[in-house]
């Protein structure tokens, strides 16, 4: 949609944030340092940031991800890395065996897991968190694992044929450790009930915590 879709986009993360809700910005971002320094101040700087967190692409390594570290030690805001994608192909790259006997998804977990260590928030968890595809439930609770002071973004639940129970592990370091994305499933709901967009909505999310919570024992 073009800078159409950035205004859109804009428009719907001030009525989510007016509402109290956290945005995290899905650009999956990831570049050289000067360009990756403007998509940080973009999504997590000045008065009103688009964003409270934003995914990014940690295959250009460290320093193009400093900026966002940065903003996230100065304006209290997040990152998720990329580290196991819910998309079928990503293993095509993600799961390549490395000399050590390990996959290269499980390095960028260790190196996400060292990026964050001085991003510990009070609650013992870092603003630097990953995201694993809970389309790959082994790797979940694997990454969990790898990561015991991160944060997991989830995605997968739904549409894609992920369970609550799929990602039941990811929240073994507490309820606050793990956020399940669910888009379609919860958005698009309404098509099969007939009702209100806005009604189908809520219930389809509703149900959808609370087996997620069941499955993880919160």
Request: hydrophobic residues 40%; aromatic residues 8%; neutral net charge.
């Amino acid at each position: 949609l073009g800078a159409d879709g950035m205004r859109a986009f804009e428009h719907a993360s001030e009525y989510a944030r007016a509402a109290g809700l956290l945005v995290i910005a899905d650009a999956k971002r990831g570049d050289i340092g000067s360009t990756a320094r403007a998509y940080a101040a973009a999504y997590l700087e000045g008065e009103k940031p688009v964003a409270d967190a934003v995914t990014v692409n940690p295959y250009l390594g460290r320093d193009s991800l400093e900026p966002f570290f940065g903003a996230c030690r100065r304006h209290g805001g997040g990152v998720f890395c990329l580290v196991k994608t819910s998309n079928e192909g990503g293993g095509d790259v993600q799961d390549v065996r490395l000399s050590d006997g390990g996959l290269l998804w499980q390095h960028v977990a260790r190196l996400v897991a060292e990026w964050g260590e001085d991003l510990i928030g009070e609650h013992g968890l870092s603003s630097v968190g990953a995201v694993v595809g809970a389309t790959h439930s082994r790797a979940v609770g694997e990454a969990r694992k790898l990561l015991p002071r991160s944060i997991l973004l989830l995605p997968g639940v739904g549409a894609q044929g992920a369970s609550p129970g799929d990602v039941a592990r990811a929240f073994t370091s507490g309820p606050a450790s793990a956020l399940v994305a669910a888009s379609r499933s919860v958005i698009y709901g309404f098509r099969s009930s007939g009702e209100d967009w806005r009604t189908g909505a809520a219930r389809d999310a509703a149900r959808l915590k609370s087996e997620i919570w069941a499955a993880s024992g919160w």
